[in-house]
Each structure stands twice: as structure tokens, then as C-alpha cells.
């Protein structure tokens, strides 16, 4: 496995907050977390209407999902199993290179 | 060889200097190589100055690729560039223009450092991979190390922080290097651009505060110009306009720095996609990206040429 399989069962969340009251309980929620953003860089730039990717370890996910789920906050997962995607991005290929 | 090289899958950093190295070797009338540095771990910096030779002096457009080092389809970008502008030379009446009046330097792996370490240990890695004895975290946002409005909104002073801006202003040696580079060029160059991913967008400064540039009407103009050539290869649309407002303010940015340092032209691209695949667009996806923006970056070329 790529990168020592360290992705597997990874995901991306991409969260919208929709308004001013959504975009502080987000911001708290991944601020207690080692979330790594995609988009924006940064906690501090999560604004309304614009949308969130975030990088979730597999431990975090769980708890990530209920936290979201009773804050009411609208999100999906558009990368349900990260080390997947990079397998699928360059990993047959350079495996087989390397084989 | 360079017929074999293909350009629609991710190089390492190994192969993309070996390419640099036959393109040189396989390009002499058109290709030049040299290192304007040396990285933090002491990788050489290399570009490929790309032009019909000339005794004059000729307008030049800085094209640096891979600032952040998971931003893949930076690097395979600039390998693209160098390719269409090689093989098309010939038969492109556009491209041979360009090519006789203005010089390119292509820089198709600015964060040496952090892009091999995305390819061996952190396909994430983002910042540079410099280190601070006083702190645990490694890296800083090359793109948050430029000495304009360094360090203020939208940059982080924490070393753990993906936008961490550095313990000083052009601390990281990849940033000095290209900072003496273009200072030393300015006269001669004319537009700066940065290649990123991903949100599909083509900015322009500022991105430290809310304002109008002074040549706002020209760099407005050729922005629009250059997406919609971008549109016109697969319908892609991207949005466009000064970095502040279109994206999200940062201070410390390179298009900033170009063009406070006197390069009239400076643009961002934020290449595909929007958020399907994210960084880890599809290596089937690596021609029509760098199709459509290879027109984008002829339009600007094309738009020095004329007068604003």
C-alpha cells in the first residue's frame, strides 16, 4: 500500500455552513480537532455559504458525523475512503512500475 | 527519452528533474536550464528558461508551479507548458510569436522539499520542510513567506499551523530564491503567475486587503480573456477576480510581492477541481486540465504583447 496504508479509512467532509450561527458551532467543532483543511486553509477563514473540506482521521470520523448530525449542520462525505483514492490516483500504476 | 515521457500521470521529483535534464539536452534552441538556489535540504532550484535565443533583450513571463507541495497538478502543469510550447513551436503561429518575443521561465517544482515529502511520506503535505529548533512542527506556507504585509490576516504566526508564515519574511531559501531571481529580472519580466489547485479561479492582487489595483482595468481584461480561452477547450468555467474578494484575504502571498516589486501582471490560478477529487485529481484528468489552461497562459502571454 501507498504511504504505508496510513489513509485507510480516512475521509473528506465537505461542510456548508449556512449562516453566521452555523459557521461558530463549526468552527468550535473542528477547532477542538486535528482536522487537516483542504478548504479554506485555516479554521479562521470557514465563512457562510462557502464550503469546508476537511481531511477526518478514521478514529475521528464517528464522532465527527454525531457531532454534525446534532448540530443540524449540512455536510457530506465526498471521499469516503482516502487511501483508496490514492491508490486509485498513481498507485497501480507506480506499484506496477515498481514490481 | 523525451518522445517517452508521458505527461498525463504524476512524476516524482526524481523524474521531473531527469525531464528537466532532456529537455535541455534535446531543446538547445529553445530551452535553457539553470538552478537560481538550493532548497532546505539542499535540493538544487531548478527552471527552464523557454525562448528563441535572441541578442535582444526580451519581456518574460515567470510561470512557478508547486508552491504547496500536495497541489500535484501544479508540477504536471508546468511539465505540460514546456511540452506544448516545444512541440508546437513549429506549426503554432501563436506559440512561435510568443516564443520569439518573449522568454518563459518555467519553475516546475518550487517546494522541492515538501513535494518529494508528499510523495514518500505525506501524500498532504503542504508547507515547506524547514526546522525551527524551538518548535516540534516542521514547515512553512511558501505562500505566506513573502516580505508584503507579511504575517497579518489571513496567515498564522503558529508553527503548526498550515498557513504558518515563517519566523521571518523570505526565511524559507526557496522563496529568497526566487525573490533575488525575479528582483534581479523585474525590467524584463512582465507577468508572474503561480499555478495552485484546487477551486478552478484566476486571481489577482490583493490579497491582503480590499482594494483596486491601479492598472485594474487591464489586468480585469485580461483575466476575463484568459478564462474564457480556458472556457472554450471543455466549457470549465472559472470565477475570477482580485484574490481578496474571490477567494479569502492572505498576507504574505507571492502574486502580492510580484506585484508590489513592479510586475504589472500577476495572476493565481487555482486549477481543477472544485472539491470532487480535491488534491487527488485523476491522472485522466491531468490533459484536459492543462489543455484548457495552457490557453489561459497564451492569452495572458498574448495580451504583453499588445498595449493596455
Given at each position: 500500500y501507498l504511504y504505508n496504508n496510513r489513509y485507510a479509512g480516512d475521509q473528506i467532509f465537505r461542510i456548508t455552513p449556512s449562516n453566521d450561527e452555523e459557521v461558530q458551532v463549526l468552527q468550535k467543532i473542528l477547532g477542538h480537532m486535528k482536522v487537516d483543511f483542504w478548504q479554506p486553509n485555516s479554521v479562521t477563514l470557514i465563512c457562510q455559504n462557502e464550503t469546508v473540506d476537511v481531511h477526518v482521521k478514521r478514529n475521528d470520523t464517528r464522532g465527527l458525523h454525531a457531532r454534525l448530525k446534532q448540530q443540524h449542520l449540512d455536510y457530506r462525505v465526498f471521499i469516503s475512503n482516502l487511501q483508496k483514492e490514492i491508490e486509485k490516483q498513481t498507485g497501480y500504476r507506480s506499484s506496477r512500475k515498481r514490481r | 527519452s523525451e518522445s517517452q515521457y508521458d505527461y498525463e500521470v504524476y512524476h516524482s521529483l526524481e523524474e521531473i528533474q531527469s525531464w528537466m535534464f532532456e529537455m535541455n539536452r534535446t531543446n538547445s534552441g529553445l530551452v535553457d536550464m539553470f538552478s537560481i538556489g538550493k532548497s532546505y535540504e539542499g535540493r538544487p532550484l531548478y527552471v527552464l528558461q523557454i525562448g528563441k535565443r535572441s541578442r535582444h533583450q526580451k519581456k518574460a513571463v515567470w510561470i512557478d508551479c508547486g508552491i504547496h507541495a500536495r497541489e500535484w497538478i501544479g508540477p504536471a502543469f508546468c511539465q505540460w507548458f514546456v511540452k506544448e510550447a516545444i512541440n508546437s513551436y513549429q506549426h503554432d503561429s501563436v506559440m512561435r510569436r510568443l516564443l520569439h518575443q518573449l522568454n518563459f521561465y518555467i519553475m516546475?517544482?518550487?517546494?522541492v522539499d515538501g513535494y518529494h515529502f508528499s510523495w514518500t511520506t505525506d501524500r498532504f503535505w503542504r508547507k515547506t520542510r524547514s526546522k525551527n529548533h524551538r518548535f516540534h512542527c516542521r514547515g512553512v506556507d511558501a505562500n505566506r513567506n513573502w516580505k508584503v504585509k507579511w504575517c497579518e490576516e489571513g496567515a498564522s504566526s503558529h508553527p503548526c499551523d498550515d498557513t504558518y508564515c515563517g519566523p521571518f519574511p523570505e526565511s524559507e531559501p526557496e522563496v529568497k530564491a526566487v525573490a533575488k531571481f525575479l528582483r534581479k529580472h523585474k525590467k524584463r519580466i512582465k507577468s508572474y503567475i503561480s499555478i495552485h489547485a484546487y477551486a478552478q479561479m484566476l486571481l489577482y492582487p490583493y490579497s491582503y486587503k480590499y482594494a483596486s489595483i491601479p492598472n485594474f482595468n487591464c489586468v480585469e481584461s485580461a483575466a476575463h480573456n484568459a478564462v474564457t480561452a480556458l472556457y472554450s477547450a471543455y466549457g470549465v468555467r472559472y470565477r475570477y477576480g482580485p484574490a481578496s474578494t474571490t477567494l479569502y484575504v492572505s498576507s504574505g502571498s507571492s502574486i502580492d510581492w510580484a506585484y508590489r516589486n513592479g510586475i504589472p501582471y500577476a495572476f493565481a490560478f487555482e486549477l481543477r477541481d472544485t472539491g470532487h477529487f480535491g488534491f487527488l485529481l485523476p491522472e485522466s484528468l491531468i490533459n484536459p486540465t492543462c489543455t484548457e489552461t495552457l490557453r489561459a497562459v497564451k492569452a495572458i502571454a498574448s495580451g504583453l504583447l499588445k498595449k493596455c
Open positions: - | 516546475p517544482v518550487f517546494n
